[in-house]
């Protein structure tokens, strides 16, 4: 039996109720949240898997719910986005969201995806535990830290994931698919600037200079990869 945690903060009592009962449905001890400052003090005493957060929502709204979210907790958080809103899904992003769907939403789509956040290996796959340094950057797969220098870099669970992807192949370039299929799984489907805002995240929290990075090189018409230039 799943009991994973899913918190649901959305402001649209039929949309809210759908989630509720298609996640509970397949196992998962759900909670729902009407507005932003309910859904953060809800996410602070639950301590959620996963939110399901939308981001017009009243008293505060979704995007200052995930940056506060992101100050203490790693629960993988997917932004419910009205159709066409291209930025909001972006700001989304950038704030710390790690997926986004758009409204209105299948209810199996919102199980689909929840349970693809969860289905993320935690272990590690054969010859992939050993840390891996380039330069001053440090990646740490086993204990997932990351390091510039002495400094401790925080990153979102999908951040790392991103990251540590890149590190295991030194050299190789990932298309934006590889990357998608690897951490989102080959199910998923939306927009793969999905992978560059995650991408430009990862670069600002490492110092990395995306004209002239360091680290996370872009390999023009393909996608990323690490090593040197």
């Known amino acids: ?7 649901v903060i959305e402001d649209e009592p039929a949309l809210a109720r759908l989630a509720q009962e298609y996640l509970t449905r397949d196992g998962f001890d759900v909670t729902t949240a009407a507005d932003g400052e309910r859904g953060l003090a809800l996410a602070r005493e639950l301590e ?22 992101r100050s203490f907790s790693d629960a993988y958080v997917i932004m419910l986005t009205a159709r066409g809103d291209e930025l909001d899904k972006i700001v989304g992003l950038s704030v710390g969201a790690d997926d986004y769907l758009v409204k209105p939403f299948s209810p199996r ?29 440090t990646v740490d797969p086993l204990g997932r830290e990351v390091r510039v220098g002495e400094r401790v870099v925080e990153l979102t669970a999908t951040e790392f994931d991103v990251l540590a992807t890149l590190a295991r192949s030194p050299n190789v370039a990932f298309s934006r698919t590889q990357l998608i299929e690897s951490i989102w799984g080959p199910g998923w489907v939306g927009d793969e600037r999905l992978v560059d805002v995650h991408v430009g995240r990862v670069r600002r929290k490492l110092g990395d200079d995306a004209g002239d990075p360091r680290f996370v090189r872009t390999v023009r018409g393909v996608g990323y990869r690490m090593g040197p230039g």
């Open 1 to 7: 039996m799943n009991t994973h945690k899913v918190l």
């Open 48 to 69: 959620p898997a996963v939110i399901l957060l939308d981001i017009g929502l009243p008293r505060l709204d979704g995007l200052e719910v995930c940056r506060a979210v």
């Open 109 to 137: 789509e919102v199980v689909a995806r929840v349970r693809a956040m969860l289905r993320r290996p935690r272990t590690l796959p054969d010859g992939a535990a050993a840390a891996r340094r380039f330069g001053e950057l």
